[in-house]
């Protein structure tokens, strides 16, 4: 479809008073819809109460005997950076001590700031870049703050609007990858060029030590601080969402290229060794290393081109490496088997590395919080569907772990259930999923069900805690499923690259085959079955609906991608052809999928209702606000909400928070509860 075949080309126009009209009138007619529904103002105000509940974990980074933490509340709404030691942490009561008020900064220089990152200096983290964002939105502007002395260093680093990347090299030295003119920006529109900026000096006296061409999609650099080795400096230059190029920055400012290959990913370095993850096999001399390992490469023998290199990790196909932190001495990491969290760690010997594991729950889902420079202590947060977080901080290699905090059970679990599912896919492929219901529902097809999926980019779908779907959704007689389809990272890059480029239906196929099962085991039926996405999930959820009208009572539908022909010319849709295929070159494969080109008249769709953000500088609203109006104008139920901050991640106040989820459960309750 060209554009001027397109009647709805003019809902991607951000600043046009028609699409702003448009706009206006359908968040009436769903606040008519939703809010007004008297159930709304109830889960809205308690959900906003979970929020703002003072026994929730207050989790933190530690640097140097500081543990800082970001802050929201009804007096701070944008939210407070703020500080307490960890014998103040340990106590009921910490004494916070605020360094950066969010709300007072916004009022001050009348801006709608909130606050998207802090980057400490590690070996002086009283100073800080501070990185702040209009209404949520992916483009930020960096400043250096002193939090000791609580203010803005008077000619420090500061960058303009954009979506920049930016770090600390030393003190007085910063890699930027600059994003704030047209120039600076590859099609996607991020960052193609590296320099370093030294602290009083102009921008024109900067040192650009890489320029990527206009047709890449990424430029970034860091530093690596070793242990008794000198600091690291690695650029990387990303030809495509998955490859790249890691280069060496040497003290001349020339890039000495290192010898991975383009899929694999440098995760950690440790013993003058990268830790490095594969994503596609890899051959190093007489050794093939399988896709999903992870491997110690030393940094002599990428230099040299030939030498040792140590497999730590060779994941089977039903595990995944999820994360990866390195201590002062050791490796740890998060490894998903058949999608629930264990911790292994590795220790650099004369001999090899020392594989070891840490004792961790049989079931639920583990997350790296925090690992304090230069110790062996490391914090993270366990829960899973039906246990509340905990989170714990253990000292390697053998120390108990203690757990500092446990978040408050937002309901009584007792009643409910989590198991594991398995369904089959057309291709006979296995397919697990989450289900977590009463453990006395009928199966006779009655239980509202709401499935919740993604499959894409290798994000794996985890158990973690619902604590408000556990008192709004379950303790309503719902029962809550996530499925674990292929594109997703559940079971590492073969589970992901099986859905992507022109494979991307497979993953429409699991989910539809999710649903099938729920319905043959009898918990529910067409009517009474909702499904829910957000991002690639909302396009997941936009194929199942226009694949299978029949299936489904309702569809929640979340800053989606929904127009595949025209992705790539909207914010930073190009970014993602690795995924999705080019429309360019393949467009006839995009088509058969893409629900805005799939929607036809004379169909029965089910009640759908599409959320936004005029912020989302990510995935452009243009995508929602085009599929609602062609539903609507085939006379289909089809509400749409768009909020004005929150940007792709909703980032901006509980508040909102509160209100857009409250909205979608008075949505649900409407299709699925109060319909019979």
């Not at 090299?169 to 991020?190: I, K, N, S």
């Not at 980019?457 to 029962?479: C, Q, R, S, T």
């Amino acid at each position: 479809m060209s554009d001027t075949q397109d009647p709805y080309l003019w809902l991607e126009d951000l600043e046009g008073d028609e699409a702003a009209a448009w706009v206006a009138g359908q968040n009436a007619r769903t606040q008519a819809h939703l809010d007004a529904d008297p159930r709304f103002s109830g889960v809205a105000g308690a959900v906003l109460a979970n929020l703002r509940d003072t026994r929730q974990i207050p989790f933190f980074t530690e640097y140097q005997g500081w543990l800082y933490n970001f802050h929201q509340d009804a007096e701070h709404p944008r939210g407070v950076y703020r500080r307490t030691t960890l014998d103040g942490y340990r106590g009921t009561a910490p004494d916070w001590q605020i360094v950066l008020d969010i709300d007072t900064l916004a009022a001050a220089e009348g801006e709608d700031w909130y606050l998207d990152g802090v980057s400490h200096y590690t070996l002086s983290p009283e100073h800080c870049l501070v990185h702040l964002t209009r209404g949520g939105q992916d483009a930020t502007v960096s400043r250096e703050y002193h939090l000791g002395r609580r203010e803005f260093v008077d000619g420090g680093f500061a960058f303009p609007e954009g979506k920049n990347h930016v770090t600390w090299r030393t003190l007085d030295e910063a890699f930027v990858c600059p994003a704030w003119h047209d120039e600076q920006l590859t099609r996607a529109g991020y960052p193609r060029e590296v320099w370093l900026a030294r602290r009083g000096e102009p921008w024109s006296m900067a040192r650009r030590v890489l320029q990527l061409p206009e047709d890449a999609m990424m430029a970034i650099a860091w530093r690596f601080l070793g242990d008794g080795v000198k600091p690291i400096d690695i650029v990387e230059a990303s030809d495509g969402f998955y490859s790249k190029q890691y280069y060496l920055l040497n003290p001349d400012d020339s890039l000495s290229p290192l010898p991975l290959p383009p899929k694999a990913d440098i995760e950690g370095y440790l013993a003058d060794s990268f830790i490095v993850r594969l994503a596609e096999p890899w051959t190093w001399g007489d050794t093939e290393h399988a896709a999903g390992s992870l491997l110690a490469v030393p940094r002599a023998t990428l230099i040299a081109g030939h030498g040792p290199i140590e497999t730590l990790l060779a994941p089977t196909s039903r595990q995944s490496v999820s994360g990866i932190e390195t201590t002062r001495r050791f490796v740890v990491v998060n490894l998903l088997d058949e999608v629930q969290s264990r911790l292994v760690a590795f220790e650099p010997l004369d001999t090899g590395w020392r594989r070891f594991e840490l004792p961790t729950p049989e079931t639920g889902v583990i997350e790296f919080v925090d690992q304090p420079w230069q110790t062996d202590i490391l914090s993270y947060s366990f829960s899973d569907y039906l246990t509340p977080a905990g989170l714990y901080r253990v000292e390697l290699p053998g120390g108990e772990p203690e757990c500092l905090r446990a978040q408050p059970a937002a309901f009584d679990a007792t009643p409910y259930v989590a198991e594991q599912w398995q369904a089959s896919a057309p291709d006979g492929e296995t397919i697990p999923y989450f289900v977590v219901r009463r453990r006395d529902a009928p199966l006779d097809g009655s239980t509202p069900t709401l499935l919740y999926g993604y499959g894409g980019f290798e994000v794996p779908m985890l158990p973690h805690y619902i604590d408000n779907f556990g008192p709004h959704w379950l303790e309503k007689g719902g029962a809550f499923v996530v499925a674990c389809i292929r594109g997703g990272g559940e079971f590492g890059p073969a589970w992901h690259q099986a859905a992507q480029g022109a494979n991307k239906p497979v993953s429409f196929a699991d989910f539809i085959a999710v649903a099938e099962d729920l319905i043959a085991r009898g918990l529910t039926r067409p009517a009474k079955l909702a499904i829910e996405g957000g991002s690639n999930g909302g396009l997941l959820v936009g194929a199942a609906m226009v694949m299978r009208p029949d299936l489904f009572g309702a569809v929640v539908c979340e800053v989606p991608l929904l127009d595949m022909l025209r992705y790539t010319e909207l914010h930073a849709g190009a970014s993602w052809i690795d995924e999705y295929g080019d429309p360019e070159d393949d467009a006839e494969a995009l088509a058969a999928y893409s629900p805005y080109q799939r929607v036809a008249e004379n169909v029965a769709y089910p009640s759908v209702f599409f959320t936004t953000s005029a912020r989302d500088d990510r995935v452009h609203p243009g995508h929602a606000r085009k599929m609602a109006a062609k539903l609507q104008a085939l006379g289909r139920d089809a509400l749409f909400f768009e909020t004005g901050g929150g940007g792709h991640s909703g980032n901006t106040d509980q508040a909102q928070t509160a209100d857009e989820l409250a909205r979608v459960l008075v949505y649900l309750y409407q299709r699925l509860i109060d319909a019979e």
